[in-house]
């Protein structure tokens, strides 16, 4: 059974700032990798998906690697906004439907 | 850009009442998914349907929770009675195919509670 652990749990950092969020799962028999941005109260918004057969993705300031044989995922925030601010969850999919982590609350201090 | 629409955004129901959920996956996509969100939590599934058929539903609570997708499209999730741990975020999710193979995007959900 599919588990997805990530840490931090919670992370402040300084307007400015790089950031990495991690993320590790047990199966490395995923077929995708996600990952999602949630506002309080709000739904999931997908940032970035890594199919299986890569091995990182990138969208503006945001770049998410995966490395399948070390059951580990990242996200890199550059120049971190407080917009960043919210929490960021993970994600693996393979033959069973996306599992998440417990998610990492991120703020990002003006 | 097309959406997974979720209705309503808030409930507050009585326990012991029935309560429903509606959604409406984006268009074409077969997949179609019910997640919960407990507070402070990640997601967990609940039911998964491929067109009007239910894939996945051993973590549906089956004596009070059901859920349909009559003809293959927009899919109810009811819940009765309600429970005061039923108080949670309800998610729903669409993707292409299933098996976890295609992006998923989700609905801005339904918040619960039970009182």
């Known amino acids: 059974k599919q588990e997805v652990t990530q840490i931090p749990a919670a992370l402040s950092v300084p307007e400015g700032e790089n950031l990495v969020l991690n993320c590790s799962f047990t199966?490395?028999?995923?077929?995708?990798l996600q990952w999602f941005r949630q506002d309080p109260g709000k739904g999931l918004t997908s940032l970035l998906l890594i199919q299986s057969s890569q091995r990182e993705q990138t969208s503006g300031r945001l770049n998410a690697s995966l490395d399948k044989s070390s059951g580990r995922s990242t996200l890199y925030i550059a120049a971190s906004q407080p917009g960043d601010s919210a929490t960021y969850l993970c994600?693996?999919?393979?033959?069973?439907?996306?599992?998440f982590g417990k998610g990492t609350r991120l703020s990002v201090i003006a | 850009e097309a959406e997974v629409a979720q209705s309503p955004r808030y409930k507050i129901t009585e326990k012991s009442q029935a309560v429903a959920f509606w959604c409406d996956p984006i268009?074409?996509?077969?997949?179609l998914y019910w997640y919960r969100q407990i507070l402070g939590q990640g997601p967990e599934l609940l039911v998964q349907f491929q067109d009007e058929s239910v894939v996945d539903d051993s973590q549906l609570p089956k004596d009070r929770f059901s859920a349909e997708r009559l003809k293959g499209v927009d899919s109810t999730l009811k819940i009765q009675p309600a429970e005061l741990g039923d108080s949670a975020m309800y998610l729903c999710a669409s993707s292409l195919f299933g098996t976890g193979r295609t992006e998923a995007f989700f609905g801005q959900g339904t918040r619960l509670t039970v009182v």
């Open positions: 199966d490395s028999a995923i077929y995708n």
């Open positions: 994600a693996g999919s393979g033959n069973t439907p996306l599992v």
């Open positions: 268009s074409g996509h077969a997949t």
